[in-house]
């Protein structure tokens, strides 16, 4: 492969990328792993409030690459499967912050969503076989100013001359932060036609337990294209429908629409209950949650993903005065 002249640095650059794009994986399989990036925000929705923003990476080591005593311990976990499965290790390191209403208040109204942010370390173990995935994970990390999010956002809305927020003095306090949750996912349905066309369907379902969240959840998703990549959805970034940061391509170029929903039963969420051990701001929650999210998803070559996604939720707490809608993009490499 040549490349036109440019500036080495360009020239460098674009050799790189063409190479990463294009070149095939063996066996559709990164040979050290897939790293992931996830952003979230509320401006895809037009509006900033409630779940502004996540962000969130991840690198996902192969099968061959994990070590044999996390092999034999996953042959100890009774509910992961045990037929000729695919293990994959996964470590993520993600912040998400939440704001009320309106940003401009020094004391937003009591009843409205409190200022929180969360800064956490995850590590997860899979499990996948052909027609299902299970997935644990651990969560460790803090909720309150030590996530540093009133940074963050101020920063960013410093950068592009946003408004800029004015009650992080009313945030939740400092708090560790411990989540261990539960996925599974099932591809009960799967349908071909000519020219590379297919679709499939897949319901799931999850638990999650730790002072951030207590909750279970149920959903399905559908996702119809062209030589659609073999993977369980896009990635999202907790609490959400679970996806896949890997893919396995069916040609060099594939895509597909997808739709979920996603239905949450919630006994606990620390950002809208306030601290666990100390006095904070809080709402009354609702205590069942949906979500409906539609979206595309690509593979450009057989090494890289994109995708995006539009969620809609429904309220969240009881005085919510507006809608929650935000937008999640994505980007898978192989390497």
Not at 74 to 85: C, L, M, N, Q, V
Not at 214 to 243: C, E, K, M, S, Y
Not at 308 to 322: A, D, L
Request: a negative charge.
């Amino acid at each position: 492969m040549k490349c036109a002249p440019h500036p080495e640095a360009v020239r460098v650059a674009l050799c790189a990328t063409l190479i990463m794009v294009a070149a095939p994986a063996h066996g559709y399989e990164p040979e050290w792993g897939t790293l992931v990036l996830e952003y979230e925000n509320d401006m895809f929705g037009g509006e900033d409030r409630y779940y502004t923003n996540g962000v969130r990476l991840t690198w996902l080591s192969p099968d061959e690459r994990v070590p044999s005593w996390v092999r034999e311990g996953a042959e100890a976990i009774p509910f992961f499967s045990k037929r000729g499965e695919q293990l994959k290790l996964s470590y993520s390191l993600g912040q998400n912050m939440y704001t009320p209403d309106d940003i401009t208040l020094r004391d937003p109204p009591e009843d409205d969503r409190p200022y929180a942010g969360w800064l956490y370390f995850t590590v997860g173990l899979g499990s996948e076989i052909e027609d299902r995935v299970d997935r644990l994970q651990l969560s460790v990390g803090v909720v309150g100013p030590a996530s540093f999010a009133e940074e963050t956002q101020k920063e960013a809305h410093r950068l592009v001359g946003a408004d800029q927020p004015r009650g992080w003095d009313t945030q939740l306090r400092n708090e560790p932060a411990l989540l261990l949750s539960y996925e599974r996912q099932l591809r009960t349905w799967v349908g071909t036609a000519g020219d590379g066309w297919g679709w499939d369907g897949t319901p799931l379902f999850g638990l999650a337990a730790g002072n951030v969240f207590i909750q279970a959840n149920t959903g399905f998703t559908v996702r119809a294209g062209r030589h659609l990549p073999r993977d369980w959805g896009p990635p999202r970034i907790t609490p959400a429908l679970p996806g896949s940061g890997v893919f396995r391509p069916q040609a060099r170029f594939g895509w597909y629409l997808f739709a979920s929903f996603d239905g949450r039963a919630v006994a606990h969420n620390i950002f809208l209950d306030g601290n666990t051990f100390r006095d904070s701001r809080s709402v009354d929650k609702r205590y069942f949650v949906g979500e409906l999210q539609v979206g595309a998803a690509m593979n450009i070559g057989y090494r890289t993903r994109l995708t995006y996604t539009h969620v809609f939720s429904t309220r969240e707490f009881r005085t919510q005065r507006g809608k929650t809608e935000f937008g999640s993009m994505s980007l898978s490499v192989h390497f």
